[in-house]
T-cell receptor, first 111, second 111 residues
Framework: QKEVEQDPGPLSVPEGAIVSLNCTYSNSAFQYFMWYRQYSRKGPELLMYTYSSGNKEDGRFTAQVDKSSKYISLFIRDSQPSDSATYLCAMRNTGGFKTIFGAGTRLFVKA | DGGITQSPKYLFRKEGQNVTLSCEQNLNHDAMYWYRQDPGQGLRLIYYSQIVNDFQKGDIAEGYSVSREKKESFPLTVTSAQKNPTAFYLC??????????FGPGTRLTVL
């Protein structure tokens, strides 16, 4: 079993839809949770960064962490064609130098 | 501007040839990382370095070598021992409890 599981998709939605992206994990020691967005042939860029449980909102993006269920989510409101990319979840434990990445979910937002 | 640079953007390797990928950062970050990304797969850790003159093997270090002589630089050499080197290579850096920031990547192709 992988430490982090993420559905690779692809996920196709119409413009303006609410998108839900998810990851599950097995290591209860993870405390830092990240979401990266990666456009084709580019390096990943940090989108959201959350410590421990709870919600964090930034514009159209909301990150949720449920440590009891070992489940994290990224919601995108009013999705735009420019949101079409691969979204990677990532996590690590306190003091850890290794970050574990999900395989990434490919998202297509149709105009 | 602060950031991470990788060069070259595209690299072609002949059979039996060693090639070196450059990674430079001016973020004053202590830790640096090299990842390999294959289509449809997540990021796999090759090597990482927490401080100058020190580095550790990641999950797929065979056929690769690194050096960390300066804080700003963490070059990766893909040796002829790496039998399947065609991939997208990403360099990242981090400091303290902060998260990782990525460079734009180098696409390596074996001819």
């Amino acid at each position: 079993q992988k430490e982090v599981e993420q559905d690779p998709g692809p996920l196709s939605v119409p413009e303006g839809a609410i998108v839900s992206l998810n990851c599950t994990y097995s290591n209860s020691a993870f405390q830092y949770f990240m979401w990266y967005r990666q456009y084709s042939r580019k390096g990943p860029e940090l989108l959201m960064y959350t410590y421990s449980s709870g919600n964090k909102e930034d514009g159209r993006f909301t990150a949720q962490v449920d440590k009891s269920s070992k489940y994290i989510s990224l919601f995108i409101r009013d999705s735009q064609p420019s949101d079409s990319a691969t979204y990677l979840c990532a996590m690590r434990n306190t003091g850890g130098f290794k970050t574990i990445f999900g395989a990434g979910t490919r998202l297509f937002v149709k105009a | 501007d602060g950031g991470i640079t990788q060069s070259p953007k595209y690299l072609f390797r002949k059979e039996g040839q060693n090639v070196t990928l450059s990674c430079e950062q001016n973020l004053n970050h202590d830790a640096m990382y090299w990842y390999r990304q294959d289509p449809g797969q997540g990021l796999r850790l090759i090597y990482y370095s927490q401080i100058v003159n020190d580095f550790q093997k990641g999950d797929i270090a065979e056929g690769y070598s690194v050096s960390r002589e300066k804080k700003e630089s963490f070059p990766l050499t893909v040796t002829s021992a790496q039998k399947n080197p065609t991939a997208f290579y990403l360099c990242a850096s981090r400091t303290g409890a902060d998260t990782q920031y990525f460079g734009p990547g180098t696409r390596l192709t074996v001819l």
